[in-house]
């Protein structure tokens, strides 16, 4: 069966070869599909099941040849998210070798207006092009008017508890509103420590940060232990709090504004917790529950009570990889603050 094949219809079905069936071996199908000008393209999966192996493959590209930008590489057997071009061309390709074979996919694709092309959409601040439609997006600092395209001030206070994430000054990229006063609430995994690491950072300079200025703190919230004031055009050093918890709060006075802030906040492993009486939870890594635990991870924790009090360690779930001696992967214990103590065991396996 041939198939691929240059397509100008604005709107229409995609299949591989044979479809619903399994699919052909050795076949290689390129498809370039346009529609009518001022239009984006949009493709929809109903069905896609290809072999998830680097032969296997269904390619798609923002333009009309293979050079244009690369939208994205897919195999497997989820469904591919919704696609949207940026403009009214795209390059499409899929490949299988002489093995084993599953049945394929079924495409439909669609012209889109661009929506935002046009005086913005209407939107005050971004607008963002979705299926048959957009929406308006406010900046950092602002929200969405209840006409859904002018943007007003928002509240500044910001609690984050993501294992990763971005943060920024109002306003963002633009310059940070006057008499201003921002706080970042981070939480992260208990057992992991917050990060923060500046991308950008460009605060009114004084010699004492006494103007403008970004403070953070190593706990919940300004009543914990101070981490240190900035300013200035120099970025900060990544900074580590000591628990799971960090604080910020950014202040601007009524006078000179400047372009602000952005850091991505993220984890660390290990630390220094303190064992209670009550019951408290420890996980192996940030994303536990979502995902594995990441691979060339090192992560020490050490436990205190206080004195009078031992230290006790119950295990809800434990899955790390097998091994008679657990000689790659592993979790040990010691009976004291490092590992020059007594070795309470070395631990792998499922059990």
């Known amino acids: 069966a041939i198939c691929g ?8 079905q995609i299949q591989s070869p044979n479809y619903p069936d399994d699919y052909r071996p050795s076949k290689e199908c390129i498809w370039k599909i346009t529609v009518s000008e001022g239009f ?34 897919f195999c497997g057997y989820e469904k591919p998210e919704d696609i949207k071009s940026s403009s009214n061309k795209v390059w499409m390709k899929f490949a299988s070798d002489a093995t084993i ?5 079924a495409a439909n694709f669609f012209k889109d207006k661009d929506e935002c092309s046009k005086d913005n959409g209407g939107c005050q601040h971004e607008c963002i092009n979705t299926f048959g439609s957009y929406v308006c997006q406010c900046r950092n600092g602002f929200m969405l008017h209840e006409n859904g395209h002018d943007c007003k001030e928002a509240g500044c206070e910001h609690k984050l508890s993501g294992a990763e994430g971005t943060m920024s000054s109002p306003n963002w990229p633009d310059k940070y509103p006057s008499r201003k006063e921002c706080t970042w609430d981070i939480s992260a995994m208990p057992g992991h420590r917050v990060k923060v690491t500046f991308n950008e950072f460009e605060i009114e300079q004084h010699q004492e940060c006494a103007y403008d200025h970004l403070e953070i703190y190593d706990g919940p919230n300004s009543k914990s232990p101070f981490i240190g004031r900035f300013c200035g055009s120099k970025k900060p050093d990544p900074v580590v709090a000591s628990t799971n918890k960090m604080f910020l709060r950014f202040y601007s006075d009524a006078s000179v504004q400047r372009k602000g ?16 009486v009550r019951t408290k939870e420890l996980y192996s890594h940030a994303q536990f529950g979502d995902n594995n635990y990441p ?4 992560c020490e924790w ?27 992967d592993y979790m040990e214990i010691y009976d004291g603050y490092d590992s020059t103590a007594p070795r309470l065991g070395r631990f792998c396996g499922s059990g």
């Open 5 to 12: 094949g240059e397509i100008h219809k604005d709107s229409g």
């Open 40 to 73: 984006h393209i949009g493709i929809t999966f109903q069905a896609f099941e290809v072999r998830n192996v680097v032969v296997y493959y269904i390619m798609i590209r923002d333009g009309p040849t293979e050079y244009s930008p690369l939208i994205g590489h």
């Open 101 to 105: 074979n599953k049945a394929g996919f």
């Open 261 to 276: 802030f952005q850091a991505k906040h993220s984890t660390e492993c290990g630390g220094l917790l303190k064992a209670e």
């Open 295 to 298: 691979g060339q991870a090192d």
């Open 302 to 328: 050490v436990i205190v009570a206080e004195d009078g009090y031992g230290v006790e360690l119950i295990f809800q779930t434990f899955e790390i990889e097998e091994e008679a001696d657990c000689g790659y």
